[in-house]
């Protein structure tokens, strides 16, 4: 299964769930840092940004692009969550082994 994000004005994002392992797989919409990792000047704008700690959210200049199209973008969350993911890999930051739905769904509450 994908979900392909045609509602932001500035990125397209593809989201993919491999059924048989349960896992979700994500390139930029949802990020999370480790504290330890997480340190200095660029640490700072992550925590701002709420990226650090374990559910990691999406970046608050993706968000922005979102603002046009909140209707599909619940569309798609809808449909990501209802995926019941087990794992899920993440290109930034750290991936999850167990536990994914709950993570996915406190990382885009923003929606």
């Known amino acids: 299964s994908r979900v392909l994000s045609q509602i932001m004005a500035k990125y397209d994002e593809v989201v993919f769930y491999h059924k048989s392992?349960?896992?979700a797989i994500f390139t930029d919409l949802i990020q999370r840092f480790p504290v330890e990792k997480a340190q200095g000047f660029?640490?700072?704008l992550l925590k701002l940004d709420g990226l650090v700690g374990e559910n990691g959210s999406t970046p608050r200049d993706y968000r922005l692009t979102f603002l046009l199209g909140k209707k599909k973008a619940r569309?798609?969350?809808k449909k990501t969550l209802n995926w019941d993911a087990e794992r899920m890999i993440i290109a930034h930051g750290t991936c999850a082994s167990e536990g994914?739905?709950?993570i996915?769904?406190?990382a885009l509450s923003w929606v």
Do not use: L, V
Request: proline content about 0%; hydrophobic content about 25%.
């Open 21 to 23: 392992s349960r896992t």
């Open 104 to 106: 996915i769904e406190r």
């Open 75 to 77: 569309a798609a969350q």
């Open 42 to 44: 660029k640490g700072s």
């Open 100 to 102: 994914a739905s709950t």
